[in-house]
């Protein structure tokens, strides 16, 4: 399917726990980007990627790990999952145009640490 | 550091009136400001954006905002309002300085009654 897709949609895991969410995006766009969105914060900036092999943190990276090794996949890891990292994933890309440009964002993936 | 306020939670208006959602900024250069928009259960979609030239900016689904720079204002607006537009409307500023991510407001839901 054209566009940006995420793995899970929805995750369950425990305290301590590793997980990994999955970001496709099908344009080959130069940005992609990491938010995470909190009732009362809006979305926050965890990661951003200008290009493969080129990532750069955000606002909120602590607990996070990203990598970009292909153009198209920007997978997010919380090494050891915490209950304050419950929350909804986005993942979103842009072109060249990076922040200037509009941001095409993925349907989330709605994550919740027990 | 940028910032963006939205006043109101909440904003509730018939369908066929007209609807503004109030957004204020804060950045040290030139204010590049977005609106965003967010169904149930998806992701951000962009609406429009205002990087430059006039201060009345057309967008998607019938939507403007209008650009105010002494009062550092990025209202959004549309003349008559349909009950499909209910969902939660995001403004983002980026900075054209320093760190140059996008940073977004908490957020306002629109709710158009019948």
């Known amino acids: 399917d054209a566009g940006i897709t995420q793995s899970p949609r929805y995750k369950i895991t425990e305290t301590g726990r590793q997980v990994t969410l999955m970001c496709h995006q099908t344009?080959?766009?130069?940005?992609m980007f990491w938010y995470r969105q909190d009732l009362g914060h809006g979305l926050r900036l965890i990661y951003y990627?200008?290009?493969?092999?080129?990532?750069d943190k955000g606002e909120v990276p602590d607990g996070y790990v990203v990598s970009r090794s292909k153009t198209e996949n920007f997978p997010l890891t919380l090494e050891s999952a915490t209950r304050s990292q419950t929350s909804v994933y986005f993942c979103?890309?842009?072109?060249?145009?990076?922040?200037?440009?509009?941001?095409?964002f993925g349907p989330g993936t709605r994550l919740t640490v027990l | 550091a940028q910032s963006v306020a939205q006043p109101e939670d909440q904003v509730n208006v018939a369908e066929g009136n007209p609807l503004t959602v109030k957004c204020t900024y804060s950045?040290?250069?030139?204010?590049?400001l977005f609106w965003y928009v967010q169904y149930p259960n998806r992701g951000l979609q962009f609406l429009l954006k205002y990087i430059t030239g006039d201060n009345l900016v057309k967008g998607s689904y019938g939507f403007e905002a209008e650009f105010n720079k002494s009062q550092t204002s990025f209202h959004l607006k549309k003349p008559s309002a349909l009950v499909s537009d209910s969902a939660l409307y995001f403004c983002a500023v980026r900075d054209d300085t320093g760190f140059q991510k996008l940073v977004f407001g908490t957020g306002t839901r629109l709710l158009v009654s019948p």
């Open positions: 979103a890309s842009s072109d060249e145009g990076g922040f200037r440009d509009e941001q095409f």
């Open positions: 344009w080959s766009h130069s940005y």
């Open positions: 990627s200008a290009a493969a092999d080129i990532t």
């Open positions: 950045v040290s250069g030139n204010p590049y």
